[in-house]
């Protein structure tokens, strides 16, 4: 087999093993066994992207899910000097996809409309990239454009992006980089508060912690899976599946315990899915069970 073969055959199954896993365990390991603090992912060796204090290039960017989709766009041109939230991604796998997810939440949670935020991917193959993230939507952002880069597998020749590290983060203000992280090894514990520490920087407001961070993600998985449970294409035993999934995952977590509460009720009360007969009934008994959560 070829090295070029090889690479594509290793990016499938990168891609496949992820799509299994976030429908299944998402955000499980990370919370629980990676360490607290920036690790050294960021090192001091390792640069990618404009450093702190360089002007941001253009950048165009095929928009491949968002409002824009379909379209190409220069994102640092448009943003006419606005905040600009950039991560760049050369890999696909849990953690740099968990992390990606968990700062975008963020970001789109604080409702800043002067911020300019954009996942990138890097790819020599845009055509079949554009493939596998459209049928890897709904485990991408909501409201944050996703696209990909125009310019091969290292980006833009201006941006030094390198291709060695699985994520680049840049913030800009006025189109000069404030912060610039270039992570080897992407960890939600410890880059996601440093991340974000600097965001605010930029957008105002204090620094999130660990659990502020993490908690809307949570209920975000909470969310997601039972709209897989109520999907009318879902059978009895993937139901089975989620369910088991869905109450290993809210034990201990409060927070996730009052949203699947708070959403199994609103849809026992709405009676839109009563034709769901076995998601219906986990729904029905997680209302009650976690009523006194409410």
């Keep these: ?57 253009p950048l165009k960017v095929r928009i491949v899910i968002g409002d824009n989709a379909g379209e190409d766009v220069d994102i ?19 953690q740099v996809a968990e992390l990606m997810r968990v700062i975008t939440l963020y970001a789109e949670q604080r409702e800043k409309p002067e911020l300019v935020a954009a996942v990138v991917w890097l790819t020599s193959d845009a055509s079949d990239l554009e493939t596998r993230l459209k049928r890897a939507r709904p485990h991408m952002p909501k409201k944050t454009p996703v696209g990909i880069s125009l310019e091969g597998p290292e980006g833009p020749g201006a941006y030094g992006l390198n291709r060695h590290v699985q994520m680049t983060i840049l913030i800009t203000d006025h189109n000069v980089v404030t912060s610039n992280f270039a992570l080897v090894q992407p960890s939600i514990n410890g880059d996601s508060v440093a991340v974000l520490r600097e965001l605010v920087k930029v957008i105002g407001g204090e620094p999130p912690t660990l659990a502020e961070i993490l908690s809307p993600r949570r209920q975000q998985i909470v969310a997601t899976r039972i709209e897989l449970m109520v999907d009318k294409s879902a059978s009895d035993e993937r139901v089975q599946q989620l369910a088991k999934i869905l109450e290993s995952f809210v034990g201990s977590r409060p927070d996730a315990k009052l949203k699947l509460g708070q959403i199994s009720s609103e849809i026992v009360q709405s009676g839109r899915s009563n034709d769901r007969k076995m998601a219906l009934g986990y729904l029905r008994k997680w209302a009650k069970e976690f009523e006194d959560l409410q």
Excluded at 76 to 94: C, H, Q, R, T, Y
Aim: proline residues 7%; hydrophobic residues 35%.
């Design 1 to 57: 087999m070829s090295k070029a073969n090889t690479v594509a055959v290793r990016n499938r199954l990168q891609w496949l093993a992820l799509t299994i896993f976030t429908v299944s365990l998402p955000l499980y390991s990370q919370e629980t066994s990676q360490q607290d603090g920036p690790s050294d992912k960021t090192d001091r060796k390792t640069f990618s992207g404009p450093q702190l204090g360089e002007q941001l290039p």
């Design 76 to 94: 640092v041109s448009d943003a006419k000097g606005k905040p600009i939230f950039l991560i760049f991604m050369n890999e696909w796998n849990e």
